[in-house]
């Protein structure tokens, strides 16, 4: 079946460190791949997306590339800042329809300046 | 344009009691999604709806846990008979369309507790 696998966390960074998150997924087909972050006692927003292999999903200064041959979409972050401390979940949608976004555990970034 | 809206927000039941909660989708969007939240374990999907119909409900547990999305009104994610293990926190999502490109917008959450 699908899943996602994330590194475990916490993640513990300085300001203005670089920061990566692994996310590597199982999938039939070709599914869609999201970033979706949960800050304190809210629910998930989406963070970025790409559809198909090799896009790159942007937003806020974070990247993930689409990489079919590896199978992963790796969060990155060039310089964090302690807003940007919070839960970040990889997701996978298949192209099978009728499915739901299926979730990885969910890395916790804590930032402190 | 409102987002996801949940209520309550937070529930506390006494073992073996019923719980309800509730989930109205943002304006225009026809599917529905819950899943559940426990500390360290993620996100785990339960239950897809689209109006009227349960399109995918291979996460939800197969006793005590129903789920609706009728025609007129919110959709319903009713637990019987409660258990301490059900205390979690559970998200709706809605989206436009079933289309696997399509982001799903989340409400804030039903944080259930059981005593």
Known sequence: GNSVTQMEGPVTLSEEAFLTINCTYTATGYPSLFWYVQYPGEGLQLLLKATKADDKGSNKGFEATYRKETTSFHLEKGSVQVSDSAVYFCA????QAGTALIFGKGTTLSVSS | NAGVMQNPRHLVRRRGQEARLRCSPMKGHSHVYWYRQLPEEGLKFMVYLQKENIIDESGMPKERFSA???KEGPSILRIQQVVRGDSAAYFCASSPSGRMTG???FGE???????
Do not use: D, H, M, Y
């Open chain 1, 92 to 95: 996978l949608r298949s192209g």
């Open chain 2, 109 to 115: 959450g039903s944080r259930l507790t059981v005593l």
């Open chain 2, 103 to 105: 982001e799903l917008f």
């Open chain 2, 68 to 70: 609706e999305f009728p």
